[in-house]
């Protein structure tokens, strides 16, 4: 992984967390996730026709994320409101780059050398770190637990689909522009159903901060396609699976969450996971 690509993983990483706080802090879980989808069907609309249209073989992959989103949406809204932010975040995104480093070999033939493996399994652990401070003199809530597990397996589901997707587009801006129209219509429709009539004043009081939601959401997963197209999907998913520090601080400074030094030294695990990863002899 180059410097570049680093960098713009990391970014996607801070981007990422900020929308999904975004998410959490809107309190009827819907209209959060109806605004950020939505905004990015609009922005993919207004992409499409400025950049190269998916090629034949890409479209497969680009359907297949469509739908693997929809139930990741399902199982994230579930899972903020069943869960702490700073415990649901963590334990949904830690669960995704080990998925994602197996899928990654049985499926795009990526076999991580010593070092990258090493980084994966030491920023996992980190990660998990970060997830079980989250439960630490809590008793644990199996419903809101077992819905964060399911949405890292749908992350790690559409990571791999769509790294291979981007990779056949041709365009990786085209690919972005594309599934967030496609995909970003599924949960909007379902709103327009069940809020007949009364949509706009449903969603009118969040409307301000879904949409900018929406925004941080497109740029987050645009850099990681475009990283997916340079690096291999691994360390890509290991390496953006550090938004959970930012969540983990998010969820000190805006909704009181305790970070403790525990925290803190899981986040030097996946520093020290990262090193590894960028390891180059």
């Given amino acids: 992984m180059t410097p570049l690509v680093t960098a713009a993983v990391l970014l996607a990483a801070v981007t990422h ?13 819907l209209v959060g996730f109806t605004l ?3 905004g990015g069907l609009v922005i993919g609309l207004a992409l499409a026709p400025f950049v190269a ?3 034949a073989g890409a479209w497969p992959y680009l359907l297949a994320s469509a739908a693997i989103h929809l139930a990741y949406y399902l199982l ?3 899972s903020f409101r069943l869960g702490d932010f700073g415990q649901a975040y963590p334990i949904a995104r830690g669960t995704a780059p080990l998925v994602v480093t197996v899928l990654a070999a049985v499926f795009a033939h990526e076999v991580p050398d010593g070092w990258a493996a090493a980084g994966v399994v030491v920023s996992c652990a980190g990660l998990t770190g970060v997830a079980l401070w989250g439960l630490r003199g809590q008793r644990p809530d199996w419903a809101a637990i077992g819905a964060a597990l399911a949405t890292g397996l749908t992350i790690a589901a559409y990571t791999v689909v769509d790294g291979l997707g981007v990779r056949a587009s041709g365009s990786s801006l085209g690919y972005i522009a594309w599934l967030m129209a496609v995909q970003g219509s599924l949960v909007p429709a379902y709103a327009l159903w069940r809020w007949r009539g009364r949509t706009g004043a ?30 291999e999907l691994a360390p890509v998913a290991a390496l953006r699976e550090t938004s959970i520090i930012v969540g983990a601080a ?4 805006f909704f009181k969450e305790r970070f403790g030094a525990p925290r803190i030294a899981a986040a030097a695990l996946v520093v020290v996971g990262i090193g590894l990863m960028l390891h180059t002899g």
């Avoid at 967390?17 to 009827?28: F, K, P, S, V």
């Avoid at 998010?250 to 400074?253: D, E, S, W």
Wanted: proline share 4%; charged share 10%.
């Fill in 17 to 29: 967390a900020g929308w999904n706080a975004i998410a959490h802090r809107i309190t009827d879980k």
């Fill in 36 to 38: 950020i989808s939505g």
């Fill in 53 to 55: 249209f998916p090629a």
């Fill in 76 to 78: 994230l809204m579930t």
């Fill in 202 to 231: 449903v969603l009118r009081p969040a409307a301000g901060l879904g949409l900018f939601g929406a925004v941080l959401s497109v740029a987050a997963y645009a850099l990681v396609l475009w990283a997916q197209t340079r690096a």
């Fill in 250 to 253: 998010i969820g000190a400074v």
